[in-house]
């Protein structure tokens, strides 16, 4: 079944009550993923921090693959990881408007990836298809651009966008009511791309280079040192918990709710 994510509770470094203060491993998962990202961005997205002080919010941006519907738009998002990341999973909601099977009607997105690694024979999902700490935020937002193209219709978010991308799917493209939908959605995010100044890639050479991540003059690169020292009450009691010993199962994370 969809499980709905509460995304509205936003995670606050300085101001978490203590129960909820991030643990170290949290902080240095999230130092180490967001400068690899940086060094070495994947094509097909970037990212950026919403607030340089709070390591636990990010922005995402993801580019529409080409020869795809979502070629050529330009998708933002905002992704919350919790306090005890990577031993739960973060949230992700678009803030670009997408109809999407797997995505409701505020942006939340529904993907097995994302849903935490409990047993719950009624959703359908196989413990392997859910959330385990080997995950990370580059295996997140592949799992996410192939789930564009490939959407999972047995328990969708968006309802009607799954009875209209099975009629166009069945009626082997006679029935364009969805495509078009997708079509004019990508466009009118490409052009708010180019209102920002980013080149959207439309063509599969230019969807498959890495850009190369130069330090800007007036944006200095962020010091990840930062993020270890007192700004966080840092929550240690837990970080002694291995993480393989919770990825016993196929850590492929592909599968979709």
């Given amino acids: 079944m969809a499980r709905r994510h509460n995304n509205d509770d936003a995670i606050h470094h300085q101001h978490l009550p203590s129960c909820c203060a991030p643990s170290s491993s949290a902080v240095r998962a999230l130092s180490l993923e967001y400068k690899s990202l940086q060094e070495e961005p994947v094509e097909g997205f970037r990212v950026k921090l919403l607030n340089e002080d709070n390591l636990f919010e990010w922005e995402v941006a993801i580019f529409g693959p080409p020869d795809t519907l979502y070629q050529g738009g330009y998708f933002k998002a905002h992704m919350k990881f919790p306090p005890d990341y990577p031993y739960s999973p973060p949230s992700i909601r678009f803030l670009?408007?997408?109809?999407?099977?797997?995505?409701?009607?505020?942006?939340?997105?529904?993907?097995?990836?994302?849903?935490?690694?409990?047993?719950?024979?009624?959703s359908g999902e196989l413990p392997c298809e859910r959330w385990n700490p080997t995950q990370n935020v580059r295996t997140i937002l592949l799992s996410v651009i192939s789930l564009l193209n490939e959407p999972n219709t047995f328990s969708p978010a968006n309802v009607d966008a799954s009875v209209m991308y099975r009629r166009w799917r069945d009626s082997q493209g006679k029935d364009n009511e969805y495509p078009n939908i997708i079509r004019k959605q990508a466009?009118?995010?490409?052009?708010?791309?180019?209102?920002?100044?980013?080149?959207?890639?439309?063509?599969?050479?230019?969807?498959?280079i890495k850009s190369k991540t130069k330090p800007s003059s007036q944006e200095p690169q962020l010091d990840m040192t930062d993020f270890y020292d007192d700004d966080y009450d840092l929550d240690t009691e837990d970080d002694d918990q291995s993480v393989e010993s919770f990825a016993d199962g196929d850590d492929s994370g592909n599968g979709e709710s």
């Fill in 96 to 122: 670009t408007k997408v109809w999407h099977p797997n995505v409701y009607e505020n942006g939340d997105l529904c993907i097995s990836i994302l849903h935490p690694p409990v047993d719950d024979p009624q």
């Fill in 187 to 208: 466009q009118a995010a490409k052009a708010e791309a180019e209102k920002e100044g980013i080149v959207v890639p439309t063509t599969l050479e230019e969807y498959c």
